[in-house]
């Protein structure tokens, strides 16, 4: 069975410092991944992808499938990124999404000013 | 489009009890999935409808049923509440069942269970 790990519950950085969230996970085929964040009083959404390949609000991450991990960046961390933020994985079997995405704990990022 | 809708926002009940969840998914999505999240942990998969059918299912007691009716919609079932059942439902709804990438889930607000 596939499983997502976030290892830091909690992350604080200071405005304009980079930022790396964690994200390791355990699948023996070849996973979809997914980061979601959800600022406060919103709901969950997606952030970016993998396949994707694209930088959304300054945030990429990037695929290794040597180390199991997909960990999020942002070199210039900025107020407005405090919020929770999950890694997320889907299993495709013959081209046919389950929609069963499979979620980290999830990650308290808060930049301070 | 207000996106995807779920209802009640909130409820409460007794242990033993029965509980129906709502959800509305965005317009012209067929897909709808639901998802248990316990605070302090992400969300966990509990069904994935299409077309009216179950087409995928996570590791949840027979309690927990669901339905997909021919407008979309779906409703979430569960009956012999436990204590443990207390949490957030989300139900998600993207577009279709496959694709290349992978169609987005779009996520409903949830709706806060408690059991006492």
Known sequence: AQRVTQPEKLLSVFKGAPVELKCNYSYSGSPELFWYVQYSRQRLQLLLRHIS???????????????TSFHLK???AQEE???MYYCALEVQRNGTSYGKLTFGQG???TVHP | DAGVTQSPTHLIKTRGQHVT????PISG???VS????VLGQGPQFIFQYYEKEERGRGNFPDRFSARQFPNYSSELNVNALLLGDSALYLCASSLALSGRPIYEQYFGPGTRLTVT
């Open chain 1, 53 to 67: 390949r694209e930088s959304i609000k300054g945030f990429t991450a990037d695929l290794n499938k040597g180390e």
């Open chain 1, 74 to 76: 942002k070199p210039f």
């Open chain 1, 81 to 83: 990124d405090s919020a």
């Open chain 1, 107 to 109: 990650t308290i990022l």
């Open chain 2, 21 to 24: 969840l709502r959800c509305s």
């Open chain 2, 29 to 31: 999505h067929k897909s």
């Open chain 2, 34 to 37: 639901w998802y248990q999240q």
